[in-house]
């Protein structure tokens, strides 16, 4: 068992639908939880972080948490194409920022 | 955001020799920074931890003759790719995280560097 899994998609969305994007791990002692986007050819940029149960927002974008369930979700809500990318879910159980990587879920949003 | 820039871009290199990549942050002290390489369409995977004045911490099957890591100060880390063959080549990228007393944890990276060995 990986210890950050991801659906690997692709998942494909209409612009203006929701994206829900899934992450689970298997380490109960994780304490930070981030989702980075990566276009193809470029290096990850981060989107969000979370570290306690429930859901946080900025912007278009909801990260939601729980650690009962080791489950981790990003929805991005109005999808745009310009959404259109490889989103990783990554854990740490540290502030020393050595994160765990998930393989990472691709979305295409179409016009 | 705190920035992290990475040179070279991309390399070509014949088999056989050595490449050096520069990973510094520009607006920060970075005490950590790790090495990532990205095959095409796989997922980051963490080559080795860069501690700044100590030795790298590399992951296991990494080997870490071949890929010298050197974190001389709080701002720049190099990996240096050995007698580099095609195998090698990939996208390497570097990251960073700020120190700030209430850490958060995240990562911050450079552009990458893609390597292409000959």
């Known amino acids: 068992q990986k210890e950050v899994e991801q659906n690997s998609g692709p998942l494909s969305v209409p612009e203006g639908a929701i994206a829900s994007l899934n992450c689970t791990y298997s380490d109960r002692g994780s304490q930070s939880f981030f989702w980075y986007r990566q276009y193809s050819g470029k290096s990850p940029e981060l989107i969000m972080f979370?570290?306690?149960?429930g859901d946080k927002e900025d912007g278009r974008f909801t990260a939601q948490l729980n650690k009962a369930s080791q489950y981790v979700s990003l929805l991005i809500r109005d999808s745009q194409p310009s959404d259109s990318a490889t989103y990783l879910c990554a854990v740490s159980s540290t502030n020393a920022g050595k994160s765990t990587f998930g393989d990472g879920t691709t979305l295409t949003v179409k016009p | 955001g705190a920035v992290v820039s990475q040179h070279p871009s991309w390399v070509i290199c014949k088999s056989g020799t050595s490449v050096k990549i520069e990973c510094r942050s520009l607006?920060?002290?970075?005490?950590?920074m790790f090495w990532y390489r990205q095959f095409p369409k796989q997922s980051l995977m963490l080559m080795a931890t860069s501690n700044e004045g100590s030795k790298a911490t590399y992951e296991q099957g990494v080997e870490k003759d071949k890929f010298l890591i050197n974190h001389a100060s709080l701002t720049l880390s190099t990996l240096t790719v050995t007698s580099a063959h095609p195998e090698d080549s990939s996208f390497y990228i570097c990251?960073?995280?700020?120190?700030?007393?209430?850490?958060?944890?995240?990562?911050?990276f450079g552009e990458g560097s893609r390597l292409t060995v000959l």
């Open positions: 607006d920060f002290q970075a005490t950590t």
């Open positions: 990251s960073a995280s700020e120190w700030t007393g209430m850490n958060t944890g995240e990562l911050f």
């Open positions: 979370i570290y306690s149960n």
